[in-house]
């Protein structure tokens, strides 16, 4: 068995790993992804009861 050289890799807390949502009037998150708050805020309309909210990615349990 031949192994190749190791790869260094850097632990990241997974509790410090949020992404960006928008609840719907609904309660129900939106289907889609956002590259960050700034593109949720654009796509959400608070007008008609849309948030944005940033959740931990461990506590995203319903994706």
Known sequence: MTTGPAVDVDWVDPRDQVEVV?????GRLAGRS????????????????????EQNLVCGCDR
């Open 22 to 26: 928008v609840l719907l009037a609904n």
């Open 34 to 53: 956002f590259a960050d708050r700034a593109e949720a805020e654009a796509w959400a309309r608070p007008e008609e009861g849309e948030q944005v909210l």
